[in-house]
């Protein structure tokens, strides 16, 4: 199961990418996406078994995107507002906050999810518990630590 | 329209001008890479202007994939090749710190 | 349609200039890469999805769908790389023992 949706997500890239569909290039795309997946089918589902439940996670995670957008616009102005004031008015610092988030999966995101909101940088995850986090200024603090980011995280991949 | 794109171009690479500031004076080596990274950025944006420049769009935008590919793997090298070799970073703990190895 | 791409655009200018700007004024290497890690992320995004918008607007063939998906997808995987090179770059600080800037050493 896990071959089929790793050839299914190459192939549809490699259409999207080479752009030609006559059959000598498909025929190409079949081949060289069959030998990649045979190297490398363990990469993309790490936990050995492909679920169904990937796709709706992948879907809710769809859904979570423009909340994300919404969130990095409104701090990006933050962050511009900081770069173009005279006085420039920073007090970085770095925190540590305990997560109740343990999937890998869900812990990727939301590591990514804060290093992509302006302001807050992940420096380290300690033991899969503890995130290290350097931020810009108080605000940008206060509102990761609302936790509402995390919230969110969770209803994504089911950990309530 | 080919102008709006021509001008835009130029902003960006007037940008490039002053993020090579950092590259060549930056204090520490990693100054330099998150200069050469946020470089690589702008110049995956440049091409494709320069694709809609030329109206060959279609052959720029496979250009600008190979780019920013690069680019990724170019910052991702260079951060594990420094993060090993600490002695480079200036004002680092090197020499009165625990140890050699991380 | 082509207003909303110019829109698009010259916001995305903007942002990469506000990148720029904090990339040559911010005091310390941590706070450098709050500035251009994400300001360019979201630069780049928007550039991106204007020029889409932009081809899109001389007709719709499969040829410019394809062009634009393209795009997109260039601006999706610098969302996925670019946080990821700046978390390995402060975690290359990190471990080099770079201290970050704090608002009372500022008379050093």
């Keep these: 199961m896990k071959y089929i949706a790793t050839f299914l997500i190459l192939f549809v890239n490699w259409l999207i990418w080479s752009g030609m569909f006559d059959s000598f290039h498909m025929s190409l795309g079949v081949i060289s996406c069959a030998i990649v997946t045979f190297m490398s089918h363990d ?91 350097h931020c810009i200024s108080r605000k940008v603090a206060d509102d990761l630590l609302s936790g509402e980011m995390e919230r969110k995280i969770a209803r994504i991949f089911g950990e309530e | ?51 809609f420049i030329y109206g060959r769009i279609d052959m720029f935008v496979d250009i600008c994939l190979a780019y920013a590919l690069l680019n990724f793997i170019t910052t991702l090298a260079a951060a594990k090749f420094f993060r090993v070799r600490k002695s480079i970073v200036p004002g680092s703990k090197f020499l009165n710190d625990k140890g050699t190895d991380l | 349609m082509i207003m909303l791409s110019v829109i698009l655009i010259i916001t995305g200018v903007f942002f990469f200039f506000t990148a720029t700007f904090g990339l040559l004024r911010f005091p310390d290497f941590y706070s450098r890469l ?54 390995a770059l402060t975690r290359a600080g990190q471990d080099a023992g770079v201290e970050p800037w704090t608002k009372e050493d500022k008379t050093r």
């Design chain 3, 34 to 87: 709050q500035a251009t890690g994400k300001g360019d992320t979201l630069g780049s995004l928007l550039v991106l999805a204007g020029l889409a918008l932009y081809n899109l607007s001389n007709g719709i063939s499969l040829a410019s769908v394809l062009v634009s998906v393209k795009l997109l997808l260039i601006a999706v995987f610098i969302f996925i790389a670019n946080p990821t090179a700046t978390h």
């Design chain 1, 43 to 133: 990469l993309f589902f790490a936990s050995g078994q492909f679920h169904f439940r990937y796709i709706t996670e992948f879907i809710r995670f769809v859904l979570y995107i423009p909340w994300l957008l919404y969130q990095i616009i409104l701090s990006n102005i933050h962050v511009a507002y900081l770069v173009l004031h005279p006085k420039m008015p920073i007090e970085p610092s770095i925190i540590t906050f305990k997560t109740t988030l343990k999937k890998d999966m869900s812990l990727v995101a939301f590591a990514n999810s804060i290093t992509l909101t302006p302001g807050t940088i992940t420096m380290d995850i300690q033991d899969g518990k503890y995130f290290v986090i």
């Design chain 2, 1 to 51: 329209m080919e102008n709006f794109f021509l001008i835009t171009s130029l902003i960006l690479g007037f940008l490039v001008i002053f993020s090579l500031y950092r590259g060549v004076f930056g204090p520490t080596v990693l100054d330099r890479i998150v200069s050469v990274g946020v470089i690589g950025t702008k110049t995956t944006v440049i091409l494709a202007l320069l694709g």
